[in-house]
């Protein structure tokens, strides 16, 4: 049986230049536009079908969990910072199933008691908590 790395566990040289620009340039500043992928594809000197192609790749090795925004707290709507205490070898399960809400905007591995934590954003704090 084949394990999926983790995204700790990708190396750079495992992405191929498309990929690397994609990571590296456009963490900030991401098109808002009708067709921001065809926007990255003009500044990357390729074609928007590569870009969509590198971004699910990126996607399926678990470099990235998703394309979107990441909203500063208390901005719009209600964030909260989100812990849980998840046993070692169901982490990568449990935080698939988290990222699969609309909410979380992302989540990350700590050692600590509590092994993964997330940010959960909702338009009211009556959406958040419920």
Request: glycine share 4%; hydrophobic share 35%.
């Amino acid at each position: 049986m084949h394990r999926r790395r983790t995204a700790k566990e990708n190396l750079a040289s495992d992405f191929t230049p498309l990929e690397k620009r994609l990571l590296n340039e456009f963490q900030h500043g991401f098109p808002l536009t009708s067709q921001p992928y065809s926007e990255l594809a003009e500044k990357l000197d390729t074609d928007e079908q590569n870009v969509i192609e590198a971004l699910e790749r990126l996607q399926q090795n678990g470099t990235i969990s998703r394309v979107g925004p990441v909203l500063k707290p208390n901005r719009v709507g209600a964030s909260t910072l989100a812990a849980m205490a998840v046993p070692a070898d169901d982490l990568e399960r449990i935080a698939g199933l988290v990222s699969a809400r609309p909410e979380v905007n992302h989540n990350y591995e700590r050692l600590h008691e509590y092994n993964l934590w997330f940010v959960v954003t909702a338009s009211s704090e009556e959406h958040l908590y419920s």
